[in-house]
Every structure is written in C-alpha cells, then in structure tokens.
C-alpha cells in the first residue's frame, strides 16, 4: 500500500487557531480521497515562515521520514506551502528521488521526484517562489519610503500619546497630557525615574502593557515623532500628519539634556547587564548605542542602537569582535607592564577643569551674539563629550583597575569569561573606542563594521 504523507504550513497565525492549516489539511485530504490515496500521516507547521531559516519541526520530521523511506507519496495544498528555498527543496529532492516520491499539489502541478523532469520543474518553481519573496520585499521597502516621505504615519504597535482614529492619527489627551508634564519636569531638574514613578503611580501603561522605566521613558521623551517628525532608517523625512505632542524648542531641549554623556542617569548606567550598552558608538551621529529588543515574526533577538535609529546590530556580533581584541591585548607577554602605568592624575583634572570653564563660556558668548544658537550647540556637544572622556580616565584611576588580575596571564580567555560583567565594561572603557560603522542594505555583518581605536599607551 501506497504510504501518503500530507504537509501543510502557514507563516503567520494572526489568531492562533490555525484555521489556515486546517483548511490545507481539507483540501490535501480531498485531493488524496480523489486519487484512491488513505492518508498515514499529516505533518503540520503552524504559524512559521519557509524563508527565515527558522527550524520548521514539522518539515524536519517529514524529511527524516521520507530519508528513512516511510513515505512514498506527499500532498501539498501548494509547492510554496513546502519550501520556498532551493536549500531546503534540495534536502526533499536528495532524500526522494532514490525512493521516486511522488508531490501532488491541490493547486498547481504534481512532480515525480524519481525523473530528472519532475526535478527539474520542482527546482524552476522553487525558485520562482523565492523570488516572489525577494520582489514582495522590495515592494515593501519601497512603500514604506513612500509613506515616510509623504509624512504618513506607520508603526506595528500603537505609540504612547497616540492612536487611530477615523479622521487618521489623534493624540490622546490623557497620555499626551502626562508627557508634556514629564517633559516639562525634566526641564526643570527632575529626574526620569520621578517621572517614570508618577506615570507607574497614575496607573498609566506602555502600549505593550508594561510598567514605565527610566529607558521607556527616555526613549519616548527623545523619539522625534513627540515632536511631529518622521523618521526612516534614521533620516528625517520632514513634518508627519500628525499633530506634535512637544513643541520643537521642548524636545531639542530634551534631546540635549537626556543624551549628555555627563548625565549619570543614562542608560549608559542603568542598562549595566550588557557588555556594550552605552559604550560603543554610532559612526554616523557620534551618539551612544544601547542596548534594545529586535523582534520579528518569527524570532527575538538583542541589538546595539543608537536614538537616531541610524545603525543597528545584532549585540553578539558586536560583543564577539570587542572581547576577541580585548582578550587579545590582555594576552600579550608585556600586558602586565602595560596597563600598569598611570597618567599623571593632576594633569587630567587640570584638563576637565580647562574643558568645563570654556563649556560655562559658551552661554556668555551666545548672550552676547558672537556665536549663533546652532554654533553653541556644536561646540557644547564637543566639548562634553571630551570632558565625559576625561572624568571617565579620572574615575579609572580613582578606582582599582581590574585588569591586573588577567593581564599577562596563562588562561587570560578563561580568566575573561568569570569576570564580573561591572569590570569588564570598565577594561574595555579603558583599553579602547569602539565604533559601529553603517553597511549597506542586505549587506552581512562582518568584523571590519566595528572599528576599534585603542586609548593610553598602546602600541
């Protein structure tokens, strides 16, 4: 007796109750009670796509099957419904064309995996399939830009302070009411975790559900659309169509003071249970990255970015590259002597001294018209960030250096791996700069995109 074989799949179960996969499941069965086939086995991936790469249980299990030659024929509601990547249409053809497995497709051609045709036909199908997928992205991108262009509103999850409304995108009084108050009290010398504890204590929630922290609570503050702007891949696409909830002057302002590397309640701070989090940079906004969740339909994943959405990479791709040169340098026969030289602790304070006094300059000069707005703004933000870079060398010195306990070592590898995440992040601020360059669209990640300066007395 004939051994039949039914596989059904659908990428995404919006509702969970796999109506989808259960009308292929009727429609295989159909097909197989019209050729005179009983049905053995029905293999079922609910809810996962065919061309993420995401393991697929079910196609797995049919595969080692029909390796194990348990399966003499297969029905599919459709080919594309099997795979829609020539890689995995190679493991089904390797694995059927000894045993002459027959696909029959409720809609479209039926194939003979035992005749060079029907393999051929399967390959030139499978290929259309993917690149059906390459065109659909494409056809996405390219409508998502428009709509940035034209100032359309777009997000997958309703932002905090607006929604959907029949006219389009309309605040919400009460949330827009709660982030022009925290705005206003940051402005005036509050902290974000007081902010983010009143909103907790108002009984207000994010749009995902959860409680309000002090990165939720940044990130909202500094988001360009709080001001009415919209932002694609990083690039600001002009005025949305939605009403600004921050005038321009208030958020420019927040902006200033919620990323000045001096603020000591950062996520630079806070985020402390990622190596990174931070401490690398952006190449195209010179702004720290943090820390944030990459989520898909099909997976989760952990990335560095910047605010200004310009860059974004995978955190263990990044961490890899850092902690190989790290441990590289603390491998070295002279580490030791390396690293154990301080500078002279009275020129660096001399120096955040000279830096602060030419920053409180600034404000009279702008008082007295020799220096535009846009002039103090620059050159506040440079002279900040050399100063956060002098105060980080004078805390380092002013604290036990931790890398005296591995430089030079025998197991400097292992000796990384048990150390405390706190001092980690200290010896990499010591040792190094490092910066995320931007690649190109579909470009893969390579080392070559995190560029690493060394600090101090390294060769």
């Not at 600034?362 to 900040?384: I, N, T, W, Y």
């Amino acid at each position: 007796m004939k051994r039949v074989a039914v596989y059904v799949r659908q990428s995404e179960d919006k509702t969970g109750e796999g109506a989808a996969v259960e009308r292929q499941e009727r429609d295989c069965r159909l097909l197989a009670e019209a050729k005179g086939w009983e049905v053995a086995t029905v293999y079922r991936d609910n809810s996962i796509s065919a061309t993420t790469g995401k393991k697929r249980p079910g196609f797995e299990q049919l595969v080692g099957d029909i390796e194990r030659g348990q399966v003499d024929a297969l029905i599919v509601w459709h080919l594309d419904r099997l795979t829609r990547s020539i890689a995995d249409l190679t493991r089904v053809i390797d694995a059927g064309k000894a045993r002459n497995v027959n696909i029959a497709s409720v809609h479209g051609v039926s194939i003979d995996l035992g005749d060079p045709t029907g393999i051929a036909v399967a390959t030139i199908l499978a290929a259309i399939a993917a690149m059906e997928v390459q065109h659909k992205g494409n056809r996405q991108r390219t409508a998502n830009r428009k709509r940035a262009t034209e100032g359309n509103a777009y997000w997958s999850r309703r932002p905090f302070g607006y929604d959907r409304g029949e006219s389009g995108v309309a605040v919400v009084d009460a949330e827009a009411r709660l982030i022009r108050e925290g705005a206003a009290s940051i402005l005036g010398g509050a902290t974000v975790a007081s902010v983010a504890k009143r909103w907790n204590e108002a009984g207000a929630k994010t749009t995902a559900g959860g409680e309000w922290g002090v990165t939720q609570v940044r990130r909202l503050l500094i988001n360009p659309r709080m001001a009415g702007r919209r932002i694609y891949n990083g690039e600001d696409m002009g005025a949305g169509e939605w009403e600004a909830i921050l005038d321009e002057e208030t958020h420019r302002r927040l902006e200033e003071k919620l990323t000045d590397p001096r603020r000591r309640t950062a996520p630079d701070d806070l985020n402390s249970k990622y190596l990174l989090s931070g401490i690398c940079v952006c190449s195209v906004c010179g702004g720290k990255m943090y820390a944030s969740p990459m989520r898909t339909s099909t997976k989760e994943y952990m990335v560095y970015r910047c605010f200004g959405y310009h860059i974004t990479r995978r955190m263990d791709l990044v961490d890899g590259v850092v902690e190989d040169v790290v441990v590289g340098i603390l491998s070295r026969p002279d580490a030791a002597g390396l690293f154990s030289r301080s500078d002279d602790l009275r020129e660096l304070r001399a120096r955040a001294v000279e830096l602060r006094d030419r920053r409180d300059a600034l404000a009279a000069m702008l008082a007295d018209g020799l220096l535009s707005a846009a002039a103090v703004r620059e050159q506040a933000g440079k002279l900040g960030a050399e100063l956060a870079a002098v105060e980080g060398a004078i805390g380092a010195h002013e604290t036990l250096n931790p890398m005296a306990a591995i430089a030079g070592a025998d197991d400097v590898p292992e000796q990384w791996v048990a150390l405390p995440l706190e001092n980690k992040r200290q010896i990499i601020r010591s040792l190094m700069e490092v910066t995320v360059e931007k690649a190109g669209k579909g470009v893969r990640f390579s080392p070559e995109q995190v560029r690493i300066e060394p600090k101090g007395n390294q060769p």
